[in-house]
């Protein structure tokens, strides 16, 4: 069992910040890969960003170059730079956890409001 709790959301002004954390507990020895999602009303859950077990980042299009994810230990962040109206999402952090060699599953925080004014 892997606890994911997101924090950090909230209302800001479009081309302000926001840092999102999400701390990890329970099976921690088990986490791989560790991501940030969003989904906006009446919209599909989309990626934002990943960061591996080894620190290597990838990120959606359009947060590229503003969006920073990073990782200490089991908590996750992302430094939200230069936001725009178009954020403003529920942001759900995960994590990929392989208990034993053949099994792996997604554990999902709660989410975090982010929302951005213009």
């Known amino acids: 069992q892997v606890n994911l709790v997101e924090s950090g959301g909230g209302l800001v002004q479009a081309g302000g910040s926001l840092r999102l954390s999400c701390a990890a507990s329970?099976?921690?020895?088990?986490?791989?890969?560790m991501s940030w999602y969003r989904q906006a009303p009446g919209m599909q859950r989309e990626s934002v960003a990943t960061?591996?077990?080894?620190?290597d980042a990838n990120y959606a299009d359009s947060v590229r170059g503003r969006f920073t994810i990073s990782r200490d230990r089991n908590t996750v962040y992302l430094q939200m730079n230069g936001l725009k109206p178009e954020d403003t999402a529920v942001y759900y952090c995960?994590?990929?956890?392989?208990?034993?060699?053949?099994?792996?599953?997604?554990?999902w925080g709660q989410g975090t409001q982010v929302t951005v004014s213009s």
């Open positions: 960061i591996t077990s080894g620190g």
């Open positions: 329970g099976r921690t020895r088990s986490i791989g890969d």
């Open positions: 995960s994590a990929k956890v392989s208990p034993t060699i053949e099994y792996t599953f997604t554990a």
